[in-house]
């Protein structure tokens, strides 16, 4: 299982970002952010269908993940950033199952991070 994530960068308060991760297959997907001197976090999650979505609660309303079938991608959009925001964003695939996947110790498979800067 290979992912490939990117769309990082440096942002302003109150801007938008995409990232975007190409997996070599079909499965379980969720972004985790991991903030300097913190613990990787679940940031949102999607089922193998896509038909199931979860996010955090500090970006419930503000992010959204989707999938592309056509394209084994998924994407998460990121708007309203905060500098609280600010992480290494990681894609990740959990293989043995449909559902969301929402833990670290769930995923199976992590993609090499994407760094998100917002400023205030």
């Known amino acids: 299982v290979q992912l490939q994530a990117s769309g990082g960068g440096l942002v302003q308060a109150g801007g938008s970002l995409r990232l975007s991760c190409v997996a070599s297959?079909?499965?379980?997907m969720g972004w985790f952010r991991q903030a300097p001197g913190k613990e990787r976090e679940f940031v949102a999650g999607?089922?193998?269908?896509?038909?199931?979505?979860y996010y955090a609660d500090s970006v419930k309303g503000r992010f959204t993940i989707s999938r592309d079938s056509a394209k084994n991608t998924v994407y998460l959009q990121m708007n309203s950033l905060k500098p609280e925001d600010t992480a290494v964003y990681h894609c990740?695939?959990?293989?043995?199952?449909?559902?969301?996947?929402?833990?670290?110790?769930?995923?199976?498979?992590w993609g090499k991070g994407t760094q998100v800067t917002v400023s205030s």
């Open positions: 990740a695939a959990d293989v043995d199952t449909l559902n969301v996947v929402r833990t670290p110790g769930g995923v199976d498979y």
């Open positions: 297959g079909w499965y379980a």
């Open positions: 999607i089922s193998w269908s896509g038909g199931t979505t």
